[in-house]
């Protein structure tokens, strides 16, 4: 039960779920990330709008919202509800673009800040005078036209005919064509300790208000319908079958008002129903308004089923998190599986001579066996060298990111992911940049050689790092006189140890090249996994609050 000692742990449970819930991604557009989402969204909502403030403020008035289809006769229902006209009625549709909230002027501090609805600024009542008489604005959202009329705001309206305890809030159409105004409808019904659905003699039977219906009833939300403009030679037979519907609905037990079908109901003239076609209603909203053990129960109940509904909620959450978790760890191995296949094979190609081709080949071919031709033989020979090496790391970048690309387009869910992200700077600039570079630390560690041999004086830096890229490059059948070469001109020992440094620094800057490539074309992957610990996140925040409502009496776990 709502009531003054509600454990202060229990709201701090809430808020960390709400905290977990709005923290989750569903970014892959796998088959049920849509329902995740708008899970997500009305469960953040509820806790925002409604549970947590209802928690902190027990004794705040019950609110009410009236919502339903378009030209349900919402509007007009509230106006008459409290005796004049607090909130547009006509018959341009959608009429209802900022929701209105309307109570007692003693009650009027529980609405005037953020407590409930906090994403929704206030706003006061427009006179009538300013009203939109023309309709050019209702007439644009007909037609699906943007605009930021009334967007994000809540006007809050007091009337002394309203009773203390009490507040109506005229939502917008549930089948608005202003998504907008659809989305705003269903979270504030989120925010509703009783929810009136109001719906006509001709819609009853849609299949928009009947979903709404089934949820209000999963939520645990105090429900009311109100079946509005019914013909007087049909009321018994329509009265019936609608009750029939609710029956089958497993909400045979909500209370059922019928107004009858009246000049008013059009909205014309003053907008307001005769008292005695809203009396029941009225007196029922009020009955339980005043009496504050009455208040107590129907707050009670629309809260404990709201905290009823949070494990089922985030436990579909927590399911839908490990599956985008699973599908984003698919994603992740098949494209670091591309990448260790290509940085495979680049060492296999190196050590078969592959790296030695081209113009760089065939400058080699012509210098003979000595280690200089023609002046700035080795200059050019490690210039075609370069280029060769960067045409090779990107071929393999390249058939990287096709392997990749075709993997990710098998699976529906990450076809759209399947192409690299475009970019300023292309692969093959940023390979050729890191090559250039490998290519002066070749030649700083041949200069560092020569020194310690004692050989700097006789020969070019640049003509020593040429015959080493040969040894690492060239394979078996151009490395052996290479390396001879080396051996005379750094001793046994010497060569050996360049060797093995320019081995550590070629095949160093090669992986250093691939897994970079590999680690870009990951990072938008990355962004759309929030991995493993979301889904335990969720439980575990869970699992507190199941733990709280057991200590605060609320429920089992």
């Given at each position: 039960m709502v009531s003054s000692e509600v454990r202060p742990e229990l709201i701090d449970?809430?808020?960390?779920?709400?905290?977990?819930?709005?923290?989750?991604?569903?970014?892959?557009?796998?088959?049920?990330?849509?329902?995740?989402?708008?899970?997500?969204?009305?469960?953040?909502?509820?806790?925002?709008?409604?549970?947590?403030?209802?928690?902190?403020?027990?004794?705040?008035?019950?609110?009410?919202?009236?919502?339903?289809?378009?030209?349900?006769?919402?509007?007009?229902?509230?106006n008459s509800l409290v005796g004049r006209r607090v909130s547009e009625a006509g018959v341009l549709r959608p009429t209802t673009r900022t929701p209105v909230l309307v109570c007692h002027p003693g009650d009027a501090h529980w609405f005037a800040g953020d407590r409930v609805l906090p994403g929704l600024a206030r706003t006061r009542p427009v006179p009538p005078a300013e009203n939109d008489e023309d309709g050019d604005l209702a007439e644009a959202a007909e037609f699906g036209e943007t605009s930021d009329d009334g967007a994000g705001l809540l006007c809050v309206d007091s009337d002394a005919a309203l009773p203390r305890g009490l507040a109506l809030l005229d939502a917008p159409d549930i089948d608005s064509v202003v998504r907008h105004n659809r989305e705003l409808a269903a979270e504030l019904v989120c925010a509703a300790d009783v929810w009136v659905l109001v719906t006509s003699a001709a819609r009853y039977a849609d299949a928009l208000p009947w979903n709404l219906l089934r949820s209000a009833k999963e939520y645990g939300v105090t429900l009311v319908t109100v079946l509005d403009r019914v013909p007087h030679q049909v009321a018994h037979?329509?009265?019936?079958?609608?009750?029939?519907?609710?029956?089958?609905?497993?909400?045979?037990?909500?209370?059922?008002?019928?107004?009858?079908?009246?000049?008013?109901?059009?909205?014309?003239?003053s907008g307001l129903l005769p008292a005695t076609a809203v009396r029941d209603l009225r007196e029922w909203l009020a009955h339980r308004a005043q009496y504050r053990e009455l208040r107590a129960t129907v707050a009670a109940r629309t809260a404990a089923g709201a905290l009823g509904s949070i494990k089922p909620r985030v436990a579909e959450l927590a399911a839908a998190s490990a599956e985008q978790h699973a599908a984003a760890l698919r994603m992740v191995q098949r494209v670091q599986g591309a990448y260790d296949q290509a940085l495979e094979r680049v060492h296999e190609q190196l050590v078969e001579g592959v790296g030695l081709a081209g113009d760089a080949l065939a400058l080699w071919e012509t210098r003979g066996s000595g280690p200089a031709g023609a002046g700035g033989s080795s200059a050019e020979f490690l210039d075609a060298l370069t280029t060769g090496l960067t045409s090779l790391l990107h071929c393999a970048v390249a058939g990287a990111d096709e392997r990749a690309a075709a993997e990710l387009r098998r699976d529906p869910a990450t076809k759209p992911y399947a192409n690299?992200?475009?970019?300023?700077?292309?692969?093959?600039?940023?390979?050729?940049?890191?090559?250039?570079?490998?290519?002066?630390?070749?030649?700083?560690l041949a200069e560092e050689e020569l020194r310690a041999a004692e050989r700097a004086a006789d020969t070019e830096p640049e003509d020593a790092a040429a015959l080493l890229?040969?040894?690492?490059?060239?394979?078996?059948?151009?490395?052996?006189?290479?390396?001879?070469?080396?051996?005379?001109?750094?001793?046994?020992?010497?060569?050996?140890?360049?060797?093995?440094?320019?081995?550590?620094?070629?095949?160093?800057?090669?992986?250093?090249?691939?897994?970079?490539?590999?680690?870009?074309?990951?990072?938008?992957?990355?962004?759309?996994?929030?991995?493993?610990?979301?889904?335990?996140?969720?439980?575990?925040?869970?699992?507190?609050?199941?733990?709280?409502?057991?200590?605060?009496?609320?429920?089992?776990?």
């Amino acid at each position: 039960m709502v009531s003054s000692e509600v454990r202060p742990e229990l709201i701090d449970a809430l808020t960390g779920v709400r905290e977990r819930v709005a923290g989750a991604r569903f970014s892959l557009p796998l088959s049920g990330a849509a329902r995740a989402r708008r899970g997500q969204a009305e469960l953040v909502a509820q806790l925002d709008d409604y549970l947590v403030p209802r928690l902190r403020s027990p004794e705040a008035p019950l609110l009410a919202v009236v919502g339903g289809s378009t030209g349900s006769g919402k509007s007009t229902l509230v106006n008459s509800l409290v005796g004049r006209r607090v909130s547009e009625a006509g018959v341009l549709r959608p009429t209802t673009r900022t929701p209105v909230l309307v109570c007692h002027p003693g009650d009027a501090h529980w609405f005037a800040g953020d407590r409930v609805l906090p994403g929704l600024a206030r706003t006061r009542p427009v006179p009538p005078a300013e009203n939109d008489e023309d309709g050019d604005l209702a007439e644009a959202a007909e037609f699906g036209e943007t605009s930021d009329d009334g967007a994000g705001l809540l006007c809050v309206d007091s009337d002394a005919a309203l009773p203390r305890g009490l507040a109506l809030l005229d939502a917008p159409d549930i089948d608005s064509v202003v998504r907008h105004n659809r989305e705003l409808a269903a979270e504030l019904v989120c925010a509703a300790d009783v929810w009136v659905l109001v719906t006509s003699a001709a819609r009853y039977a849609d299949a928009l208000p009947w979903n709404l219906l089934r949820s209000a009833k999963e939520y645990g939300v105090t429900l009311v319908t109100v079946l509005d403009r019914v013909p007087h030679q049909v009321a018994h037979e329509i009265s019936r079958q609608y009750a029939g519907l609710l029956h089958r609905a497993g909400l045979g037990d909500v209370p059922r008002f019928t107004i009858p079908e009246l000049p008013e109901s059009a909205g014309g003239g003053s907008g307001l129903l005769p008292a005695t076609a809203v009396r029941d209603l009225r007196e029922w909203l009020a009955h339980r308004a005043q009496y504050r053990e009455l208040r107590a129960t129907v707050a009670a109940r629309t809260a404990a089923g709201a905290l009823g509904s949070i494990k089922p909620r985030v436990a579909e959450l927590a399911a839908a998190s490990a599956e985008q978790h699973a599908a984003a760890l698919r994603m992740v191995q098949r494209v670091q599986g591309a990448y260790d296949q290509a940085l495979e094979r680049v060492h296999e190609q190196l050590v078969e001579g592959v790296g030695l081709a081209g113009d760089a080949l065939a400058l080699w071919e012509t210098r003979g066996s000595g280690p200089a031709g023609a002046g700035g033989s080795s200059a050019e020979f490690l210039d075609a060298l370069t280029t060769g090496l960067t045409s090779l790391l990107h071929c393999a970048v390249a058939g990287a990111d096709e392997r990749a690309a075709a993997e990710l387009r098998r699976d529906p869910a990450t076809k759209p992911y399947a192409n690299r992200p475009a970019e300023a700077e292309q692969p093959v600039e940023r390979i050729g940049v890191t090559v250039r570079r490998w290519r002066r630390e070749l030649e700083e560690l041949a200069e560092e050689e020569l020194r310690a041999a004692e050989r700097a004086a006789d020969t070019e830096p640049e003509d020593a790092a040429a015959l080493l890229a040969v040894v690492l490059l060239g394979g078996d059948g151009r490395a052996r006189p290479a390396a001879r070469i080396l051996g005379r001109m750094l001793g046994v020992e010497g060569a050996r140890g360049f060797y093995d440094k320019g081995g550590q620094l070629l095949f160093g800057y090669v992986d250093r090249i691939l897994l970079g490539e590999r680690e870009r074309r990951l990072a938008p992957l990355d962004a759309l996994d929030s991995g493993p610990g979301e889904q335990a996140e969720l439980i575990a925040a869970l699992s507190v609050l199941q733990r709280e409502r057991c200590a605060s009496g609320r429920g089992t776990a």
